[in-house]
């Protein structure tokens, strides 16, 4: 063991060697016991110092410290690293593993957020398609409303029960807060329903439009939110292009007009509300709990009224006795429920990663879709004058939502 620390030994002179070669360097030779400062002694040349630089240089790349440990039975006595180089050699590592990791993670994080925002559209497309479908020959809003928060009180007791999301300890304060939420939630989707009972898919989301218009309404009368100019002036167009829409409406009649209305009104307080009572209770539940709390209790407020307002009309021998298919109008009615629990919350989420300007601009992009989709799938009769007063009103709502980022400056003694 002596002889062996000695030959290997970098800090003793070395024989002159008469010809040196990478060879002359065996395999037992370790080069990370070879300090930097140490130099061959002898007439060696420039090229030959390279070429040792070089062996040495791909050798120490090839043998690291962790094989080292793992190989205590070596005859060469273990010699304290360099602490500088294994520093080095760590930070830039990591460095160059995080330059490879952070596009790879910005790229998912895109391809997620695209297939929430497809999956989105989607779902909406199916909602309103189906939907339309169940109402035509089922006219009876309340109970399809009420089938669908039922439908989505279910998904969501399976989400907790699986423990799929975390299941919310609710406080009897907390429920006080969310019942004005749930109550004008209920409202809004139940005169939604009435409006796509009575109209085209196509109207009814063109004056849901004006939402923006409500939205400044109650947020100047209830919030103290006074709008700028610009959001004022970007209200032209969607009030202008909803008028002008429903003047050239085919299928235009008031009940569904006004239901729509009332829809965007109830909607509109729903957000208002939000932030008005809801602010206490911000930190310790988020978006998608509150929906889901939201829905259940929306089911046990609707029902009963439901009842008591069309009666029981959605058993098999209702059905039949009204000449209805059952079991097709069972399976639209449950893939409308469940597209329409499964947007809502897809909504949700894309909120949670996206600012409220981005969804927005998103919520626009939507509403345009859904409008071409239900006007080719119906077939629904366009004249030029009321698809130019639908654009003008879209046209509207992307530039709020993109003059909404705008702030007032603040007034100066």
């Not at 779902?123 to 309103?128: D, E, G, K, L, R």
């Not at 989400?159 to 969310?178: D, E, F, R, T, V």
């Not at 989301?205 to 923006?212: Q, V």
């Not at 930190?283 to 009666?311: C, Q, R, W």
């Amino acid at each position: 063991m002596q002889t062996a620390a000695f030959a290997l030994s970098p800090s003793l002179s070395l024989p002159k060697p008469r010809r040196l070669s990478t060879q002359t360097l065996t395999p037992r030779f370790d080069p990370i016991r070879v300090s930097a400062s140490s130099k061959p002694r002898g007439g060696l040349t420039s090229s030959t110092n390279d070429a040792l630089s070089a062996s040495l240089s791909r050798r120490s790349w090839s043998v690291s410290s962790s094989d080292f440990k793992l190989r205590p039975w070596t005859s060469v006595p273990p010699v304290a690293a360099d602490p500088g180089r294994n520093r080095f050699e760590v930070s830039a590592t990591a460095e160059s593993a995080g330059e490879t990791a952070e596009p790879k993670s910005s790229l998912f994080k895109t391809l997620e957020l695209g297939s929430l925002f497809g999956l989105w559209y989607l779902f909406n497309i199916y909602f309103n398609i189906y939907n339309k479908q169940v109402l035509k020959v089922f006219p009876y809003p309340a109970t399809v409303t009420g089938i669908q928060f039922a439908v989505g009180s279910v998904v969501v007791l399976l989400m907790w029960g699986l423990n799929l999301y975390k299941k919310p300890k609710i406080s009897g304060g907390q429920l006080a807060a969310i019942l004005p939420l749930a109550i004008v939630h209920t409202l809004g989707n139940l005169f939604t329903n009435m409006s796509l009972g009575k109209v085209a898919v196509s109207f009814t989301h063109t004056i849901k439009a004006s939402e923006p218009f409500f939205s400044v309404i109650l947020s100047a009368m209830f919030l103290g939110e006074v709008p700028t100019p610009w959001v004022v002036a970007s209200l032209i167009p969607i009030v202008g292009g909803v008028g002008l829409a429903s003047v050239t409406e085919a299928s235009f009649n008031w009940a569904g007009f006004w239901s729509a209305m009332a829809s965007n009104l109830t909607n509109q307080s729903r957000n208002v509300l939000s932030k008005k009572v809801m602010v206490k209770h911000e930190e310790s539940m988020d978006n998608i709990t509150l929906f889901s709390i939201i829905t259940v209790m929306s089911f046990f407020l609707l029902t009963p009224v439901a009842i008591f307002m069309e009666g029981v009309k959605f058993t098999p021998a209702a059905l039949t006795s009204a000449g209805l298919g059952v079991k097709q109008l069972y399976i639209r009615s449950l893939i409308a429920a469940l597209c329409f629990h499964a947007y809502q919350q897809v909504s949700y989420m894309i909120l949670q990663r996206v600012s409220p300007v981005t969804h927005s601009v998103g919520n626009c992009v939507k509403r345009v879709v859904v409008i071409v989709s239900s006007v080719l799938f119906f077939k629904t009769p366009v004249s030029p004058i009321n698809s130019l007063g639908t654009g003008i009103a879209l046209a509207g709502v992307f530039l709020y939502s993109r003059v909404k980022r705008i702030k007032a400056k603040p007034k100066t003694a």
